[in-house]
Antibody, heavy 118, light 110 residues
Framework: QVQLQESGPGLVKPSQTLSLTCTVS??????????WSWIRQHPGKGLEWIGY???????YYNPSLKSRVTISVDTSKNQFSLKLSSVTAADTAVYYC??????????WGQGTLVTVSS | QSALTQPPSASGSPGQSVTISCTGT?????????VSWYQQHPGKAPKLMIY???KRPSGVPDRFSGSKSGNTASLTVSGLQAEDEADYYC??????????FGGGTKLTVL
C-alpha cells in the first residue's frame, strides 16, 4: 500500500518561497506510470491542481501558477518536492501530495496546512 | 481552463438516492473516459470513490455509482447513509493539460 507524507514549514512569510517535500513509501517513484502531484485546497474551498512530475523529470504546471511553481523529484530518496515562490496570503492552503494516473488520484497524503503570514 | 461545474449542494433522506452532476466540455469530460469522484469529510484528505467514469476501487460500497453522457458526468449515491454526508468533487483528465476539478458539492443527509 502506497503512503505519501508531506513535510515542510507550516508558516511562510509573504514574498518568500514555500517549500514542501513528499516522501513516498510502499512504492517506488522510479517504477513509472504515475504522475506525482501537488494539489492544494484553500480554507473552506475546493481542490486545485498545482502540477505534477513524472519520474523522468517531465513536469506539468497549472497555467495560473506556472510562473511561480517548481516541482522536482529525487528518486534516490523516493521523494518529490514543491517550491512556490513570491507567496502571498492567497497561497494559504492545505497542500496535498498525491499519486495520479490519467487524472485519477488513488493515493493522497494527509495534507499539510501552510499559512502565509508575517 | 475553467473548473468543472457541480451544484454547490445536494441532499436526501436516509435510504434515498441522490445524483450529483459534473459538467465540463468536449476537451475534458466529454473527450475522455477518465472522470473520477472523490469524497472528503471535514479535516480529511479526499478519498477516491469512482474512477474511469464508473469503476469503483476496492472497498467502496456498491451504493456509489458513476456514469457519463456527453460532457456531463454523474455520481449516484443509493441507499443514503449518515456517513455519506461529505463534500464530493469530480475530476477529469484533460489531455496533456492539468486535470480539472469540479467546485465540489456538499451532500447533506437529512
Amino acid at each position: 500500500q502506497v503512503q505519501l507524507q508531506e513535510s515542510g514549514p507550516g508558516l511562510v512569510k509573504p514574498s518568500q518561497t514555500l517549500s514542501l517535500t513528499c516522501t513516498v513509501s510502499g512504492g517506488s517513484i522510479s517504477s513509472g506510470g504515475y504522475y506525482w502531484s501537488w494539489i492544494r485546497q484553500h480554507p473552506g474551498k475546493g481542490l486545485e491542481w498545482i502540477g505534477y512530475i513524472y519520474y523522468s523529470g517531465s513536469t506539468y504546471y497549472n497555467p495560473s501558477l506556472k510562473s511561480r511553481v517548481t516541482i522536482s523529484v529525487d528518486t534516490s530518496k523516493n521523494q518529490f518536492s514543491l517550491k512556490l515562490s513570491s507567496v502571498t496570503a492567497a497561497d494559504t492552503a492545505v497542500y496535498y501530495c498525491a499519486r495520479a494516473r490519467t487524472g485519477t488520484i488513488a493515493w493522497w497524503g494527509q495534507g499539510t496546512l501552510v499559512t502565509v503570514s508575517s | 481552463q475553467s473548473a468543472l461545474t457541480q451544484p454547490p449542494s445536494a441532499s436526501g433522506s436516509p435510504g434515498q438516492s441522490v445524483t450529483i452532476s459534473c459538467t465540463g466540455t468536449s476537451s475534458d469530460v466529454g473527450g475522455y473516459n477518465y472522470v473520477s469522484w472523490y469524497q472528503q469529510h471535514p479535516g480529511k484528505a479526499p478519498k477516491l470513490m469512482i474512477y474511469e467514469v464508473s469503476k469503483r476501487p476496492s472497498g467502496v460500497p456498491d451504493r456509489f455509482s458513476g456514469s457519463k453522457s456527453g460532457n456531463t458526468a454523474s455520481l449516484t449515491v443509493s441507499g443514503l447513509q449518515a456517513e455519506d454526508e461529505a463534500d464530493y468533487y469530480c475530476s477529469s483528465y484533460a489531455g496533456s493539460n492539468i486535470p480539472l476539478f469540479g467546485g465540489g458539492t456538499k451532500l447533506t443527509v437529512l
